[in-house]
């Protein structure tokens, strides 16, 4: 297992590196695939379990403990990306 306990997304189109990454992640909602995206809300904010809309806390206990001990959830966007859809430039 890693010891990074919290991933939030994992861009990339090569399968065998996703599956590296994401099989040694442990908890929270990870976004996955060439256009995996990510709300970029800091560990101890919480929208409900894995993305749940119906509760929210922000830097509570509970939502502490909400976001991790939650179970594990993987979101796919592979594709397949529209003709006209350029790749953005590497950073």
Do not use: M
Not at 60 to 77: F, G, M, N, Q
Request: charge should be positive; proline fraction near 9%; hydrophobic fraction near 35%.
């Amino acid at each position: 297992k890693d010891e990074r306990y919290l991933t939030a997304a994992v861009v990339s189109n090569d399968p065998l590196f996703l599956q590296e990454v994401l099989g040694r992640s442990v908890n929270g909602t990870t976004y996955a695939g060439i256009r995996a995206r990510t709300t970029g809300a800091p560990q101890n904010h919480w929208f409900g379990p894995a993305g749940d809309p119906r509760g929210a806390g922000i830097g509570t206990p509970e939502a502490i403990k909400l976001v991790w001990s939650c179970h594990r959830e993987i979101i796919y966007d592979i594709g397949p990306l529209p003709k006209n859809r350029a790749l953005p430039s590497a950073t």
